[in-house]
């Protein structure tokens, strides 16, 4: 079982085609002495840089490749392999696979990205890539078979055309003739009888009246007219009679020719078909060529691609068993022979072994939402081994062909030498009229410098000053001036847009997330509005000289806000350097479950109603994965059909599904087009372009993630205070405000915090009434330890904190570290100040300890538990109680909480507490304008609560949205469910008067509108 190398490979990255993780592909290359494998994924690299640093890691050669769709004169998507032979060869064909997403067509459920003949010659040189004819679907397979399957096409419709109906049918010939013949009788009858009718007609009183006076007046003239009179009257009977029988005669002819007619008509429908097949046939007929014309064609072909890729352009050969192979595959053979151009075998790889065809099987069935057979070729997919795919070829292929073939393989793996530089691509700072600024360092102190007056009105004492300087020469000397003036530069944008929109007023940037409100300098150039030195933030913790990492700056905006900020980013540092992150949507848990119902259903449509029912209760059953619960579901589910569900889901969970685009993420880059560094895809649905990796393996390509994270609750706000400065004229500053003990009391004490961000759910509540928040630090604490693992030691703290226990500390020392979090040890702050200041390690020292412990990397930090035993031994513990705490800090590291995180999320806490205590009708008004419909019932009863009174709908009174009157709130028209955009087209006719009732209402608006 030994193969030199695979050259055409398909990942689950080629969406509901290939089930394959590239783990496993490159496990089973390894397994079978590959030196070469590559990935050759439909349309899409998505999988590129993963499978490079796997292929990497395990010692086989990585070839970056794609399956490309190629626009030919015959078919929208023929197939073409692209493989890098370096670094330039990834970047053409980077480039090329972007372009081909200006070119997308969608194809049951799926984009797929179409490449054209101009985007290979504007890329590719055969110098850099290599390219092969691929499957029996290929460029060159497909001119072949375009004759055969012309031939196929007009086959099949002179098959259809045997249900037409003829033109030239006799018998529809011969009712066409009776119908005309008998259009002639009729005429010819209706003539004969309108005369008649006319002697029928005929009427003789005044006739008779005349006769009387010649009887008196000349005997042999009456006798003569009287004659006259009944010859007439003789003619006028039979002519009576004549007219009745020939309207029968008529009649029954019409009748005659409704019934031939109507037979005639029913044909000149199917006729109609008829004639469209025969032009179809017409004009498939004049694509059809011979084979020698064909074959003509595939030459041209192939001088086409070798007039730029000249040696570089190979003929594949594959067999899986379909006749078009053994068809196509000699004929190419042949041709190669003649014009002297290389061959190579592959087999067309998208599943390890035969025994995994069924799970394709699943998956493309799913695409095309139909039950999909599974034909000899499918089980023939797998990755043979070169002695299994010699012989497969040579069962329609002379051995000379396949020798060559198999020299292909080798050829092929051993000039593709790709290797992706380490090279960062990282924005540079860029000046409001686009320029790069020279010195990035300079400007960064000159502007932190700046913040000063606003954040430290007195002046910056001695202890922040040093801070500061320490934290601006790590932050220069790492390189990353550049990043913290990018990050203010657009925060301070959004901050100044919201305003903007909001005449003034406006809160388009949360105070800071993650561990960057530990930086004093953020905080002076305006990225944190969180004090960190007050707060005791640690600066190691964002970005620490002893653990070499990119700093990660998340920011919170307001959705108002958000894609205008990207917009902003996008014309500053270029569209062509700023784009989202792919994400990869799998089946997992649930939907698994039911898609294999859903794929059983279809195989078997005896059983599909039961297979429904019994994928929905198994689905039912499961909380996160099929395969972490797998044992408990078998015991609840064991019968023959559930067990058949579960064989699939089992193995087909995780297999990628779709791509998406990542919530926040935004790689911006230094300035030459993201597709030469990674390829881009676009997102038809977000009709965004994204780079076709993870933001992990984008940060590893040397581009910078920026994360623009929304957050409702700062649109809550903004409303709140513009709704404030409206009403009162009274400016909030959201940002400076003050800490008062009636919020903390009443809001906070009381769990009255419905509303309140992070503190709205009722265990949150239980737990603020017993604790009784004082302080802001007291926020920030339960912020931190309301959750999986710190929850347990809240107990403690409400006791300590109530007086009712008293803390313990083995060294005086932990007192001022954990005396706020009453004697626990909750932040990776502390865990960070603990080994710095009672064990001697320096803060950076700490940083990387306290990693080690959170992600259990015992390895590592057990090494330093001997240094730290020491170190909190000098301080005055004993070895037992410093053993007992070793033990303990393990334990806590688990859970320990980023208290930058947790303070700036305090704020927006206080903040919103801050506003529904003194302002809560503008602040609930805010928290419905932002409501999902089926969230409205929560916030209104909170209204209630709050002795906020809101007004039912009102035709005559109501707005689009929720507004105040009157100090009441009114419902706002699009928020009553199935109104929604009806709402405005009510307001637009409310401005020619009011509704004076509702049948004037439904005469005057269009009620469809809103359904």
């Not at 995994?356 to 095309?368: E, P, T, V, W």
């Not at 990628?656 to 997102?683: M, R, T």
Request: aromatic letters at 10%.
């Amino acid at each position: 079982m030994k193969a030199y190398g695979f050259i055409h490979t398909h990942s689950e990255y080629s969406l509901k085609d290939a089930p394959l993780k590239l783990a496993d592909i490159v496990k089973e290359a390894k397994k079978m002495g590959a030196t070469a494998i590559a990935l050759t994924d439909h349309g899409t690299a998505a999988g590129w840089i993963e499978f490079y640093d796997l292929c990497k890691n395990e010692g086989i050669k990585p070839i970056l490749g794609v399956e490309a769709y190629i626009r030919s004169e015959t078919n929208s998507r023929t197939h073409l392999i692209l493989l890098a032979k370096n670094y330039t060869g990834y970047k053409e064909i980077s480039q090329a696979i972007s372009d081909s997403n200006e070119n997308i067509e969608r194809i049951a459920d799926m984009d797929i990205p179409i490449m054209t003949k101009e985007i290979l010659q504007k890329y590719l040189h055969g110098d850099n890539v290599i390219v092969t004819s691929a499957c029996v679907s290929g460029v060159l397979s497909e001119i072949l078979l375009s004759r055969k399957k012309i031939q196929e096409q007009v086959d099949s419709i002179k098959k259809k055309m045997d249900d037409y109906y003829s033109p030239y049918d006799t018998g529809y010939l011969k009712n066409k003739e009776l119908v005309s013949s008998l259009d002639t009788e009729i005429a010819k009858l209706t003539a004969k009888k309108e005369k008649l009718e006319i002697i029928a007609k005929r009427n003789f009183r005044e006739q008779k009246k005349s006769l009387s006076i010649y009887k008196k007046e000349d005997l042999s003239l009456y006798e003569e007219r009287k004659k006259q009179l009944e010859k007439e009257e003789q003619e006028t009977k039979e002519a009576k009679k004549s007219v009745s029988e020939i309207k029968k005669q008529i009649q029954n002819k019409k009748r005659s020719r409704t019934l031939i007619n109507g037979r005639c008509k029913d044909a000149e429908k199917k006729q109609q078909k008829y004639i469209e097949a025969e032009a179809e046939i017409c004009k498939l007929t004049k694509k059809l060529t011979t084979e020698e014309g064909a074959i003509q064609k595939v030459k041209k072909e192939i001088s086409w691609y070798t007039s730029f890729l000249g040696e570089s352009f190979y003929i594949e050969l594959q067999n899986h068993g379909l006749a078009e192979e053994a068809y196509v595959m000699p004929i190419l053979a042949s041709i190669a022979k003649e014009m002297k151009i290389p061959l190579v075998a592959s087999n067309d790889v998208h599943i390890l072994r035969k025994e995994d065809a069924d799970i394709r099987q699943f998956i493309r069935s799913l695409r095309f939402k139909k039950y999909e057979e599974i034909g000899i070729a499918d089980k023939e997919l797998y990755m043979k081994d070169d002695k299994e795919l010699s012989n497969a070829l040579l069962k329609i292929l002379p051995k000379d062909a396949v020798l060559k073939a198999m020299k292909g393989i080798k050829n092929i793996c051993d000039s593709c030498n790709l290797v992706i530089p380490d090279t960062k691509h990282y924005p540079r700072y860029r000046d409001g009229n686009g320029n790069i600024v020279a010195d990035s360092a300079a400007l960064l102190r000159k502007k932190t410098l700046e913040g000063i007056p606003q954040r430290y009105p007195d002046g910056m004492d001695d202890e922040r000053t040093k801070q500061m300087e320490y934290e601006l020469n790590i932050i220069i000397n790492m390189g990353y001036a550049d990043y913290l003036l990018i990050v203010a530069d657009y925060v301070n944008y959004a901050k100044e847009y919201s305003k903007k929109i909001g005449k003034g007023i406006g809160y388009g940037v949360g105070p800071g997330r993650g561990s960057g409100a530990g930086c004093i300098v953020n905080y002076l150039l305006g990225i944190t509005d969180v004090e960190p030195v007050t707060y005791g933030l640690l600066f190691q913790r964002f970005l620490n000289p002893e653990r070499v990492s990119m700093p990660d700056i998340d920011v919170d905006f307001s959705e108002e806000v958000r894609e205008a900020t990207i917009d902003y980013c996008r014309r500053k540092y270029g569209i062509i350097s700023v784009a989202g992150i792919r994400t990869v949507g799998t089946q997992q848990g649930k939907m698994v479950v039911r898609n294999a119902a859903r794929f059983l259903g279809w195989k078997y449509p005896d059983e599909k109603e039961k297979y429904q029912q019994l994928g929905s209760a198994i689905a039912s059953a499961i909380t996160s994965s099929v395969n972490k619960e797998i044992d408990e579901i078998r015991k609840e589910f064991s019968d023959s059909l559930s067990e058949n569900i579960l064989s699939i889901a089992t193995r087909a969970e995780g297999i990628a599904n779709s791509f998406g685009v990542h919530a926040a993420g935004v790689i911006i880059g230094d300035g030459q087009p993201l597709k030469e560094i990674i390829p881009l895809l676009y997102n038809t649905k977000k009709a965004q372009w994204v780079i076709q990796c993870d933001m992990n393996k984008g940060e590893r390509m040397g581009c910078l993630k920026m994360d623009f994270l929304g957050l409702k609750n700062l649109d809550i706000m903004t409303n709140s205070i513009r709704l404030i400065y409206k009403r009162k004229g009274i400016s909030i500053d959201l940002s400076n405000l003050p800490f008062e003990d009636v919020v903390f009391k009443e809001i906070f004490a009381k769990g009255n915090t419905g509303c309140v961000f992070q503190f709205e759910s009722g265990g949150m509540k239980q737990m603020l009434v017993k604790f009784g928040p004082e302080s802001f630090e007291d926020i920030i604490l339960l912020v931190a330890s309301y959750r999986p693992g710190p929850m347990q030691y809240i107990p403690d703290m409400i006791e300590i904190k109530h007086k009712r226990k008293k803390a313990e500390y083995i060294i005086p020392q932990l007192e001022d570290i954990l005396g706020k979090t009453y004697g626990q040890c909750i932040y990776q702050e502390q865990l960070m100040d603990i080994f710095h200041k009672c064990a001697g390690f320096s803060l950076g020292k700490a940083d990387l300890i306290r990693r080690f412990m959170s992600k259990k990397k015992e390895e590592l930090f057990l090494k330093e538990k001997e240094p730290f035993l020491e170190g909190i031994i000098k301080k005055g513990a004993s070895r037992k109680d410093a053993e007992k705490y070793w033990n303990e800090l393990v334990e806590f590291a688990k859970y320990a909480f980023n208290k930058s995180h947790a303070a700036a999320y305090a704020v927006i806490s206080y903040q919103t507490a801050y506003l529904k205590y003194h302002y809560p009708i503008e602040y609930m008004c805010g928290v419905l304008i932002c409501a999902k419909i089926e969230k409205l019932p929560v916030y209104l009863y909170e209204c209630k609560k709050c002795n906020v009174q809101v007004e039912a709908p009102d035709i005559n009174l109501s707005e689009e949205d929720f507004f105040i009157k009157n100090n009441k709130i009114y419902f706002g028209l699009s928020k009553i469910k199935g109104v929604g955009e009806a709402g405005k087209i009510i307001i637009e006719e409310r401005k020619n008067g009011k509704f004076v009732s509702f049948a004037d209402f439904l005469l005057r608006v269009n009620i469809d509108i809103g359904k």
